[in-house]
């Protein structure tokens, strides 16, 4: 009887330990899968949900090599998965949201090797709230899967330096190719375990001659793929800004999330204000009072994240520049490892625990925010095409480079084409930032305005002329909407057909507007 509490008591405190990690894990699966057709589709999903994916596994796979820059991995997945839950944004999301929920449940595996149960569980609390890893856990891309096995990838391969046994290193192996065939920006991470395991386990070459193998093998197979997509439209865009400034943009988008720039503005510092504190305040606990392991933690996560923003800058400086926060997320793990050692570390107790619920916190309050709050989301272009409605006339829309495409899927894609002009325009609507409303337009004095639709982040200018007025592309795409590129969508009645789009119904928006209409 002596004894019999103390084993009751260390019962009680195992279950609790349990139902708090499945709390986590069930919190990081519902908030993103509460929200995911909150937000419209952005350019880069509507391009997997409209050219990617409709046609048969053969097409897929034509189009990923000749309209991607990504590896075929989340495309097959995303195929087969749509033929199951649809296209729409739930639908094709929700296998982001599930492969995301996963990641959170590698957290406590991952906290526990580097440390013990509490770094587990506060990593896994880490991963389950942290805005960046939300967002893309509710993109139709492949960051998420990405993220996944980079993660498992890292699990195995701290595995290895403690067991070095076979298995580990196979398992090691296997979750590498697999992050690589997700996104080719894995290949950072997994070059930098490989080259650590190499010196680490230089006495088990034989067993890490096969790992090493296989990893290389896939990676070969892929370069005719690689060679096949190398299309400077689709990446050329990542070195237009500053490199110090996007590591900085990188800094807070790993804090907050995306928060601005996807519309071509910046990311919101403020918000990143606390989370960075409570990061600062763990890495000094780390160094103050963390154990020697801890430290030896510390270390690897730190080898692996920084040094994946290592080598991301030094393919830069050698003119393959494709430093941009999503493309470092490979990073982001190993990194939350870190703070989460520094928050579990053995000497911290109780503070520590309650700085990290106290990150926790702030981050679900503002996942939550960013639900209700348009201007920290993807731009809402399937609001904007009901804003719009199906056109009565021939009918120019000028708007952001990155829009066209969501205003061709929102609005329905068969009858709309790319401007290339000279056309007969009768029709003419802005779509872009609230300066379309603040300045007349710059064209023929016979079109007049017809209404304004404010939407949060997207404003719409409707022009109209009482006949059709031939336009040429470089009259159109003159037009000041807020965005330093913009792009001509052509649609409504064409020769003997009239359009109907995928949102085909009258909109009242622009009659409802017209006393707010900016006068030409």
Not at 31 to 50: A, C, K, N, P, Y
Not at 426 to 437: F, I, M, N, P
């Amino acid at each position: 009887m002596v004894f019999a509490e103390p084993r009751e008591e260390a019962h009680s405190r195992h279950w609790v330990f349990v139902a708090a990690l499945a709390g986590l894990i069930a919190a990081g699966a519902s908030i993103r899968f509460f929200s995911l057709g909150v937000q419209s589709f952005h350019h880069d999903e509507v391009i997997t949900v409209m050219r990617v994916l409709p046609g048969s596994f053969g097409q897929m796979l034509h189009e990923v090599k000749v309209s991607e820059s990504n590896p075929p991995l989340y495309y097959v997945l995303a195929w087969g998965w749509v033929k199951m839950f649809g296209r729409d944004e739930f639908g094709i999301r929700s296998l982001s949201a599930l492969v995301g929920t996963f990641t959170v449940a590698l957290g406590y595996p991952i906290g526990k090797q580097l440390a013990n149960r509490r770094v587990g569980l506060i990593l896994t609390g880490i991963l389950a709230f942290n805005p960046m890893l939300i967002w893309y856990s509710q993109e139709a891309r492949s960051y998420a899967l990405m993220v996944f096995f980079a993660a498992f990838s890292f699990l195995f391969f701290l595995r290895s330096l403690d067991t070095r046994r076979g298995r580990d290193i196979a398992l090691w192996a296997v979750t590498s190719t697999l992050a690589f065939c997700s996104h080719y920006f894995a290949f950072f991470a997994v070059g930098i375990e490989a080259a650590w395991l190499a010196w680490a386990l230089r006495d088990r070459w034989r067993l890490l001659l096969p790992a090493f193998a296989g990893v290389g093998a896939v990676a070969v197979a892929l370069l005719p793929l690689i060679a096949a997509q190398a299309n400077p439209k689709h990446i050329g865009w990542i070195s237009d800004g500053p490199l110090g400034l996007r590591y900085l943009q990188t800094g807070v988008s790993f804090l907050i999330g995306e928060t601005g720039h996807v519309i071509g503005e910046p990311p919101r510092v403020g918000y990143a204000v606390l989370p960075a504190i409570g990061v600062a305040l763990a890495a000094l606990a780390l160094l103050a009072i963390g154990t020697r392991r801890e430290r030896r933690g510390a270390a690897l996560g730190l080898g692996v994240g920084l040094g994946v923003l290592a080598l991301a800058g030094l393919a830069a400086v050698l003119g393959k520049d494709y430093v941009a926060e999503r493309n470092l997320l490979p990073a982001l793990v190993p990194l939350a490892a870190v703070v989460a050692l520094g928050f579990g570390a053995a000497r911290a107790r109780l503070v520590g625990v309650v700085l990290a619920v106290a990150l926790c916190s702030y981050w679900l309050a503002f996942d939550v925010y960013v639900t209700q709050t348009p201007n920290l989301q993807r731009p809402d272009w399937n609001a904007a095409a009901k804003a719009l409605g199906p056109a009565r006339s021939p009918r120019a829309i000028v708007t952001w480079r990155l829009a066209g495409d969501p205003l061709r899927w929102y609005l329905g894609d068969g009858a709309m084409h790319w401007f290339g002009g000279p056309e007969r325009i009768r029709e003419v609507d802005l779509v872009g930032k609230k300066v379309v409303a603040e300045q007349p337009a710059k064209l023929p004095a016979v079109f007049r305005p017809a209404g304004v639709v404010r939407m949060g982040r997207v404003t719409i200018v409707r022009y109209v002329a009482p006949h059709p007025v031939m336009l040429r592309l470089k009259q159109l795409s003159r037009q000041v909407t807020g965005f330093h590129a913009t792009n001509v969508v052509l649609d409504g009645p064409s020769r003997s057909r009239l359009y109907l789009g995928r949102n085909a119904k009258t909109s009242p928006s622009f009659e409802l507007s017209r006393a707010r209409a900016v006068e030409g």
